[in-house]
């Protein structure tokens, strides 16, 4: 008789969605970085989130799975227009900071999205995955203080700061907001709309901030797309299958990402800081994945 998959396995199919989700975007803020560069950041955004609901949306249709209901049309309203000034803000700084530098400091949504799961979710915290989220946060500390602290800021990089802070603080309700929508939506919908809303908020700005569109960033403009896409379903089907709080700290892995790109995009060297960060992180997500054994079960006389 054949053995059921092992339970253990099951369970970390959720860790390991959400862990290519993260690293396709994280890809994604490489070809975005490029793009706004060459183009503008708001032209940029906007032209991915068009390209990316363009992408998506025909197989939605296809699906014929009918018009979200006006609650969960809420929740595709209220995540677009996140998403949309989220994305922006830190497209932003990403012109004016490092990729790798900018991506450590972003860790500050996770940590706080784990609090305000408990908050508007009800999540019950774990001591555990308190500590591997701090683990992590202070991977990103190691980092920051190496990279970023005994250097000099002039007013760029402040303007590239204060726009991180404020996409962290919008990132880290996304986090709530993907929980509610994963558990009533499937993936290829919260992706059409996710793109959808996001480009068309963004688009109201259109007279008074857009730049043409350069052909150079056309290319970058389109991976990005279609790994906009493909990491927007991956996390929401992570989200569907397991609590926000153990999903959290998988987002530090990014960092191992914006790293290797960093180098390859953008000749980032990678410092001894780097690696112990990285290894304070990788540490946290692992601790976070983890369960403990149960206890074996006596047998009834």
């Known amino acids: 008789m054949a053995q059921p998959a092992p339970p253990s396995l099951t369970r970390l199919l959720p860790f390991a969605a959400a862990a290519l989700g993260v690293g396709c975007l994280s890809l994604m803020d490489a070809f975005m970085k490029e793009a706004a560069l060459v183009t503008g950041t708001y032209t940029a955004t906007v032209l991915r989130s068009l390209m990316g609901a363009a992408l998506i949306a025909p197989f939605w249709f296809w699906r014929k799975t009918g018009w979200p209901s006006r609650a969960v049309m809420k929740l595709h ?10 994305a922006l803000s830190f497209f932003f700084a990403l012109t004016k900071l ?15 999205a784990l609090y305000l799961a408990r908050v508007l979710l009800g999540e019950v915290i774990r001591p555990k995955a308190i500590f591997a989220s701090l683990l992590g ?6 980092i920051v203080g190496g990279k970023i602290g005994g250097g000099d800021f002039d007013h760029d990089a402040a303007l590239g700061l204060a726009s991180l802070m404020v996409s962290a603080l919008l990132y880290a309700y996304n986090f709530i907001v993907v929980r509610r929508q994963s558990q009533v939506a499937g993936p290829v919908e919260i992706a ?15 007279p008074f901030v857009a730049t043409p569109p350069v052909s150079a960033a ?50 980032e060297a990678v410092t001894l800081p780097t690696l112990a960060g990285t290894i304070l992180i990788v540490t946290g997500c692992w601790l976070a994945t983890r369960k403990g054994r149960k206890a074996p079960e006596t047998a009834s006389a």
Do not use: K, N
């Open 137 to 142: 946060f202070a991977g990103t500390l190691v």
């Open 77 to 86: 309203v209220e995540r677009g227009i996140i998403s949309a000034f989220m």
């Open 218 to 267: 056309l290319v970058p403009l389109a991976c990005a797309a279609v790994l906009t896409v493909g990491g927007a379903m991956a996390i929401a089907w992570a989200y569907a299958r397991a609590e926000a709080q153990a999903l959290v700290p998988i987002e530090y892995s990014g960092f191992l990402w914006a790293s290797a790109l960093g180098w390859a995009f953008f000749d």
């Open 98 to 112: 490092p990729l790798a530098e900018a991506i450590a400091i972003s860790f500050v949504a996770p940590l706080i």
């Open 192 to 206: 059409t709309f996710h793109s959808g809303i996001g480009g068309l908020v963004l688009l109201l700005f259109a």
